[in-house]
């Protein structure tokens, strides 16, 4: 995968990793690779990398839910005009800095594949949004929507194709440089995300387009009342839906979902102001885990013990308590190691299967967006895999098919998720008997956006 690099792209990497590696070693490139090294010229080079400075020098102006949420009420033409220019000149600001990350990589890592694969559409994103003109009138914004979501699908490959790249580069790096490293990279991403889907909603809410399914008051992305009981409830709605829509023969744990008791407790009237799409991932997730694990331990049973689900608020925060009896985690050593992407903290990173179904979803052109609604959305599409004319699978749709493989990041995903602003996702195993998930997120919407520079 190292080719996908190209000759101007291995240069500037080379200009800001020498401090990390020894003189790079050209030899192993194909004559015509050296040939196009040797003709790329010396000031065009030092003309891009010095756009890269000028916004690497840059600090990423923060945000927090509150300020979100008041710039979005009583939305105007002028108000949407000026959340469009925001988010213009500020995401080529924070893609700036995840380039700078990366060309602080030692060379063998930045070529690794999928590391490769995102060094290239990080530069194309930060190219054309630096190069976008300002936004003058609504049919500007219009323009620059369709843009964005443009930008948004073309990065659907970003999650696996970084996990697999770094997990291959896991005996290059510490854990913890590599661990902090993909936390700086996808709490980005989030930000990044954040800000181009609120501007979207916002856009549809002006133009009258507007639909929520489930209902709502909302702003943009973030749910101003938020029930915290409701989203519990629709995601164990969601996992008995994907149970049932699953054939039997791949899903053995089919009939123990279906009749699998989740009990909701606590404050059931609590609600607060967040984003819905980034509570309702965590919870998924972390019911997923539960149901699975406690349909594993008690396998054979004629019924499983349920799953807890404690609601409590404070006044500063919202918490989350789930609770399982599926044996807890006895074979890992410390919790947090289910965070990291090293393998020498979680030696699941290496395990063939894992690596096999990160690279079929960095192929694919639907990538992993990290949503509950993208999981339902292909559980639903799910065929029988087509054959091709030589009798082998047809490589687009078996890409398709496999893309729900387990690959590892639900887990990461969901901590992340709950530290963006400012909270906490901590696990307790009592081993052979079950697990508590402990999550907790500020609900006042006062912290910023927790973006490392």
Excluded at 368 to 375: I, K, N, P, S, Y
Aim: charge should be positive.
């Amino acid at each position: 995968m190292s080719t996908l690099l190209t000759s101007t792209t291995k240069r500037q990497i080379c200009r800001y990793s020498a401090s990390t590696r020894g003189p790079v070693n050209y030899k192993s490139e194909q004559p015509q690779q050296r040939g196009q090294r040797r003709g790329v010229s010396d000031y065009g080079h030092f003309y891009r990398n010095r756009q890269l400075e000028q916004y690497a020098a840059k600090e990423a102006r923060r945000l927090t839910l509150r300020q979100l949420v008041w710039f979005g009420r009583s939305m105007t033409e002028d108000r949407l005009i000026k959340s469009a220019n925001y988010v213009r000149t500020e995401l080529p600001v924070r893609i700036s800095h995840r380039l700078r990350d990366m060309q602080a990589l030692p060379y063998v890592v930045v070529t690794k594949e999928g590391v490769a694969k995102v060094y290239e559409l990080y530069w194309s994103a930060f190219e054309k949004l630096r190069k976008y003109p300002p936004i003058e009138t609504l049919e500007d914004n219009t323009a620059f929507c369709v843009f964005l979501r443009e930008i948004l699908d073309e990065h659907g490959p970003v999650i696996p194709s970084l996990s697999l790249g770094l997990s291959l580069s896991s005996q290059y790096l510490a854990p913890e440089r590599l661990d902090s490293f993909m936390r700086r990279m996808l709490v980005s991403r989030i930000s990044r995300r954040v800000l181009a889907e609120h501007h979207l909603a916002l856009s549809s809410a002006f133009h009258g387009r507007d639909h929520d399914p489930d209902g709502g008051d909302h702003v943009g992305i973030i749910y101003t009342n938020l029930k915290v009981k409701d989203s519990i409830q629709r995601c164990v709605r969601y996992l008995t839906e994907a149970a049932d829509q699953s054939p039997e023969e791949k899903n053995p744990g089919k009939a123990v979902l279906r009749r699998h008791n989740v009990v909701i407790d606590g404050q059931l009237d609590t609600e607060f102001s967040y984003i819905r799409e980034h509570l309702e991932y965590i919870v998924f997730e972390l019911l997923k885990n539960s149901i699975r694990a406690t349909a594993s331990h008690h396998h054979g049973a004629s019924t499983s013990p349920e799953v807890r689900a404690t609601i409590a608020a404070s006044k500063d925060d919202v918490s989350i308590r789930i609770s399982d009896q599926g044996g807890g985690l006895p074979n890992v050593e410390m919790s947090s190691d289910l965070f990291s992407f090293s393998h020498i903290r979680n030696s699941a990173r290496l395990d063939d299967s894992r690596l096999g179904a990160l690279r079929n979803a960095s192929q694919s052109t639907e990538g992993l967006m990290a949503t509950v609604a993208e999981q339902l959305r292909k559980k639903r599409m799910r065929r029988p895999v087509p054959y091709s004319g030589d009798g082998q699978p047809d490589l687009a749709q078996r890409i398709g098919a496999d893309v729900h493989a387990k690959v590892g990041i639900g887990l990461p995903m969901s901590n992340i998720y709950a530290r963006y602003f400012g909270g906490s996702l901590e696990l307790m195993s009592l081993d052979g008997w079950g697990t508590d998930v402990y999550v907790r997120l500020p609900k006042l919407g006062t912290n910023l956006e927790g973006i490392e520079v």
